[in-house]
């Protein structure tokens, strides 16, 4: 089945403790992307990949690492999370960049107290 | 970089009645423009989206419409029924526009019986 997986799906954490989020697509997409989702804000991307080993900013990186070392997977990391970063995160992939259809995983709901 | 914003935030409709979401965006080099829908607790997905090159599109019960010139573009949902429930984001990207995909801050719609 074709998918994009995210774990943890769930995670309280507390300020400055870092934490790697997982982020995996079995369909041999070109370009992936992270978004968090805040009411009343929409999605904002944080950080997209166009393949391996090339990565970028989206609008909102502040506090946030990336890595893309395989194709199929691109995880973000919070090596210092704050209260301001708890949000709910999707992972998304596409066959090509953003002018195809972005396959969502089904989201990762983080606490940071 | 560009700017989506989508109007209204909230929309009741009686079932049966049309509803349309408007957005508008500010970077007039993007040519790709698709519309997710998210119900609740759900992940986004992709309902239908329209390029730069075409001024309309039809997916049975939904359509899309993009003034290029104006930098607007809509989504309009004929015959709601209560499965329409949920809420929708248009976004805006692509070509000039780099690859970064912005999205609007969503629409809750409301269909009532």
């Known amino acids: 089945e074709a998918q994009v997986t995210q774990n943890p799906r769930y995670l309280i954490t507390v300020t400055g403790k870092k934490l790697t989020v997982t982020c995996s697509q079995n369909?041999?997409?070109?370009?992936m992307s992270w978004y968090r989702q805040d009411p009343g804000l929409g999605l904002r991307q944080i950080y997209y990949?166009?393949?391996?080993?090339?990565?970028d900013k989206g609008d909102v990186p502040e506090g946030y690492k990336v890595s893309r070392k395989e194709k199929r997977n691109f995880p973000l990391i919070l090596e210092s999370p704050s209260p301001n970063q708890t949000s709910l995160y999707f992972c998304?992939?596409?066959?090509?960049?953003?002018?195809?259809?972005?396959?969502f995983g089904p989201g990762t709901r983080l606490t940071v107290t | 970089g560009e700017n989506v914003e989508q109007h209204p935030s909230t929309l009741s409709v009686q079932e049966g009645d049309s509803a349309v979401i408007k957005c508008t965006y500010s970077?007039?080099?993007?040519?790709?423009f698709p519309w997710y829908k998210q119900e609740l607790g759900k992940r986004p997905q992709l309902i239908i989206d329209?390029?730069?090159?075409?001024g309309e599109k039809k997916d049975q019960r939904i359509a899309v419409t993009l003034n290029k010139t104006a930098k607007h573009f809509s989504l309009h949902i004929t015959e709601t029924q209560p499965e329409d429930s949920a809420v929708y984001f248009c976004?805006?990207?692509?070509?000039?526009?780099?690859?970064?995909?912005?999205f609007g801050t969503g629409t809750q719609l409301k269909v009532e019986l």
């Open positions: 990949s166009m393949n391996v080993e090339v990565t």
């Open positions: 976004a805006a990207g692509g070509a000039g526009g780099g690859n970064k995909l912005t």
């Open positions: 329209i390029r730069s090159n075409v």
């Open positions: 970077d007039s080099a993007s040519n790709y």
């Open positions: 998304a992939s596409s066959w090509r960049g953003v002018s195809y259809e972005q396959y």
């Open positions: 369909m041999n997409h070109e370009y």
